[in-house]
């Protein structure tokens, strides 16, 4: 089993920044990929940005204001989070893939992000 805590998210006024962090603890030796996905309100829960061995990825709506990054000695992943916008409000989920014969995908509870106008 990975367990995946998420902090820092909160409640900011548009254009400003807060940074999430999550912790990944249990079995994970076999860590690979990580990431962050965000559900709002009425909406199916999306990909924000991703990081693998091959790079990362964002979410076009991210992109230039988000960034993933990964520290593999803490086990933690983060998004530093810019330039926020009303619509970057929801429940951000920290997402990991352990892979060991097979490939398993792990979550995180969630930290609710709210921007205000």
């Known amino acids: 089993q990975v367990q995946l805590v998420e902090s820092g998210g909160g409640l900011v006024q548009a254009g400003g920044s807060l940074r999430l962090s999550c912790a990944a603890s249990g079995r994970i030796s076999n860590l690979k990929d990580m990431g962050w996905y965000r559900q709002a309100p009425g909406k199916q829960r999306e990909l924000v940005a991703i990081?693998?061995?091959?790079?990362?990825n964002y979410a076009d709506s991210v992109k230039g204001r988000f960034t993933i990054s990964r520290d593999n000695a803490k086990n933690t992943v983060y998004l530093q989070m810019e330039s926020l916008k009303p619509e970057d409000t929801a429940v951000y989920y920290c997402?990991?893939?352990?892979?060991?014969?097979?490939?398993?995908?792990?979550w995180g509870k969630g930290t609710l992000v709210t921007v205000s106008s």
């Open positions: 990081i693998t061995s091959g790079g990362t």
């Open positions: 997402n990991a893939v352990v892979v060991i014969i097979t490939r398993m995908t792990y």
